[in-house]
Structure formats: C-alpha cells, structure tokens
C-alpha cells in the first residue's frame, strides 16, 4: 500500500514550515537516509532524510510552498510492485494523526523568503470529543491550554486531520474571556478619562494612518515571525528586574595580549566576550542556584554550565549554545564560538546547537553601545548585556582620580526563578572573575 511522506516537525514547537526545494522527483528510487527535500523552520533550512524505501510515486506540495503544516502528507512512496495509478488509492487522512518521520540535519540550503499570511479564522462551534477519546494536539497548543485552563477535549482541531493547533487555544480562550484579539490589543481607556488610544490591531487600521506617506512594506519571514512572537511573551510573562555593575577592564585587556601573543601560533585570538563567556560559566557553578530555569509550574536547575551566545544574523538573531562553557579552556570556547558564529550566518546550526542553555550572552559592546537591557529568552533564568569598554575617570582604591577601562553589565533577571539577592552575588562574581582574569585558569 502506498506510504504518505509527512512534513517532519524539526523542533519542539514546529507547527507548519516552507518545503524549500526538493532534491528528488517522481519516479525515482529511494532507500532509508536519501536526502528528500530541504525544509525551512523559523531558524534554518535543514535537509529530510527519507525513512522508507520505495520509489517516489507523487509529489504532493510544489517547492517553495509556506505554512505547510507539520504531519500533512507531501508525498507519496509506493513500495516494491505497485504501481503509480495507485496513488489515488492512497491512506487519507485519518482522525488520528501519523507521527512525522525524525529527519537527520545537515547542511541546509539558502532559506527561502516567507510572506506573510493572515490567521486562519476560529472554527466555529467547537464539538465535544467522544469520552474516553484520544484527543490530539500539538505540544504547543498543550501548553497553551494548560496555562489558560482551556479543556482540550471540548475543542474541535483545525488543523491537520483535526489535531487541535495553537489557534484553537486562542480563539477558545479568547471566547472564555469574552473579549476578542483586537479588543486585548487595544487595551483599557486611562483612569484620567481620556479617549482610548487608537486601534492598532491589524494592518489595515495602521496603514490608515500613514496614507499618503511612502513606505515600502516588508514581509515578515518566519525568523522575524518567531522573534516578535518570543519577545512579546517575554515581556508580558516573564518578570523581569534588572541588575547593573560596571568592569574595570584593564587587567582583562592586559593579561588578553599576553595571551594571544602566547596563542599567535597557534592562531587563536581570544576576544573579549571569551572572557565574558568563562566569567559567567564559572559563576553559574559558584552559584549553582542561579543556574536555573522557569519549567511552567517548577524550576530546573543544572549542573552543567551551557552559554546561549546572541549572534546577529540577516533578517533577524539567533542563540548558538556554548555546552559545560565551564569546562572549556579560554582557547576551545573562543574557536567554538567562531565556528557557532560562522555556521549561524549561513544558517547551518542544527537545532541542538542553539537550543537550550540556561544562561545568555548579548553583547552590543563592538557597536559602541555603553549599556542596554535585554529581554531574556525563556526558559533561560537571566541574560547579561554586556556594553563597550570605555576610557573613563575612576577613584582608584587609594582614593586619588584616575583613568580606567570601564565595562558596563546589565543583568536582566527573571524574578520566578532568581531573586535579588541570589541575582547580585551572581553578578558580583562574573565581574570578580573578569577583574582577575588569571584566577580563571586556575
């Protein structure tokens, strides 16, 4: 019987992806591992390797198409002695969807632009699943549901063979409140009895007020998509506070040159954020409570010390991670950020390399920014910003006015899990590590 090819799920909170190019066509022989297509997520483009052997009866979805969700069929396979006239006779889809194939990542292919798609409207009423019935969703909408005490066996899936997606936790949670997304958007008139602000929940009422302005209008691709996604929950569920300390660099930038003097040969370079990255590594393990994350209703807290890095990327930023950075000489963690870096601009990172971690990195020091806060990347506990080193006037510890290198540190913490206090010595011991940075070999 013929075998359906599913749209793989290439992360844990994969719903649909854009299937970018497909490097086989029908009729042709394929075993287990051939490569059968390149698939675009929110982050990179990643090869799918098939599971089945069999020759490849039909292409389902055309190359280049967006938002093709996960657990569809995109192809056809027919096993030894069928025929291609039985793909009409195919399996439908059924009420219980299949499991998408894992699929093997390697290197990915240049990613294709997305546009941007309206939401699909809520289904309208939702009918009761069978009791005792399995009910399927995505771990997303799970997740959602939990958070908003939204019954999952009440709610009729609109996505994929009828398995229950992210849209369909909103609109129900949406109707429990009564009140629609716009209206959320919009926001409460001021106490003061001014007029509410102006609505600025779609497209259309924004462009009103720009007409006859010129703008060139930018669709949004699902990096961006998932950027402004993350972020907005960031800060509306995640307390943040923040804490702040100033460097003196000069000891760092003085024992950095005899090192890479040291180095030279051997052609590595170490940079200051090499530094930064083993001061809060080992920090982490001194205050191994800091070294946590918020897990929805507990919190994790590691041995290991893994280092979420912020690389800028075109169209957007992603968050290579550093594993056991404590463990790791100034020398191996600066060439494995260099090859994290590269292999990020060419979105070539697999999605093991840049998720996890319970700490992040971003440093907009090289762009001559003295500080900034940063929004923290849930589930990570905190995130330090890290500003520029800059000349400035000091009181040294004899009291007399001097000159000094000084580097600012912002340390956005997210309350559930670190409170103030455990916040402050975590940041007092990443600057003490970076003000002795001798004693960080030892």
Not at 102 to 111: F, G, L, T
Not at 226 to 246: C, G, M, N, S, W
Not at 382 to 405: F, W
């Amino acid at each position: 019987m013929p075998i359906e090819i599913l749209m793989p799920a290439l992360s844990p909170t994969m719903e649909e992806g854009t299937l970018a190019k497909w490097l086989i066509k029908e009729g042709d022989a394929v075993a287990s591992g051939d490569l059968l297509a390149e698939i675009e997520t929110d982050k990179a483009t990643m090869e799918f390797e098939a599971v089945d052997e069999g020759i490849i009866g039909k292409l389902l979805v055309a190359e280049g198409t967006e938002n093709v969700a996960v657990n569809s069929a995109i192809a056809v396979l027919l096993e030894d002695g069928e025929a291609s006239s039985e793909v009409a006779a195919a399996p439908s889809a059924s009420a219980s969807p299949a499991r998408a194939p894992e699929s093997a990542i390697s290197s990915p292919a240049k990613p294709a632009t997305l546009a941007s798609s309206p939401a699909s409207a809520p289904r309208a009423g939702p009918e009761k699943a069978a009791e005792g019935a399995r009910v399927f969703a995505t771990p997303l909408a799970r997740k959602l549901a939990a958070q908003n005490d939204v019954d999952l066996t009440k709610l009729s899936g609109s996505g994929p063979r009828g398995r229950i997606v992210k849209a369909d936790i909103e609109a129900a949670a949406n109707a429990v409140s009564g009140e629609s997304p716009a209206a959320s958007l919009a926001g409460a008139a001021s106490t003061s009895g001014a007029a509410p602000a102006p609505q600025l929940a779609n497209f259309e009422t924004i462009a009103k007020l720009y007409a006859g302005r010129a703008y060139e209008e930018i669709s949004l691709d699902r990096m961006r998509k998932t950027i402004a996604a993350r972020l907005t929950e960031a800060k509306q569920t995640v307390p943040h506070f923040y804490l702040r300390r100033d460097v003196m660099l000069d000891n760092l930038l003085g024992f950095r040159g005899e090192m890479n003097a040291a180095l030279a040969e051997r052609d590595v370079k170490l940079s200051v954020n090499d530094f930064v990255i083993k001061a809060c590594a080992l920090a982490l393990t001194t205050v191994p409570a800091a070294n946590a994350i918020w897990a929805s209703d507990r919190i994790l807290q590691f041995t290991p010390a893994d280092i979420a890095v912020a690389v800028a990327i075109d169209g957007g930023l992603i968050t290579p991670v550093l594993k056991d950075a404590d463990q790791k000489s100034l020398s191996v963690l600066s060439t494995e950020m260099k090859d994290l870096a590269t292999r990020a601009k060419g979105r070539k990172l697999a999605p093991d390399e840049y998720q996890g971690g319970s700490f992040a990195i971003s440093n907009l020091g090289m762009f001559g920014i003295d500080n900034f806060d940063a929004v923290i990347n849930p589930p990570h506990g905190a995130i330090l910003a890290v500003g520029a080193g800059k000349k400035k006037p000091v009181v040294t510890a004899s009291g007399e006015l001097g000159i000094a290198t000084v580097m600012s540190l912002t340390l956005s913490v997210d309350h559930r899990v670190i409170d103030g206090a455990l916040g402050a010595e975590l940041l007092n011991i990443i600057v003490k590590n970076l003000e002795n940075p001798m004693a960080m070999l030892a």
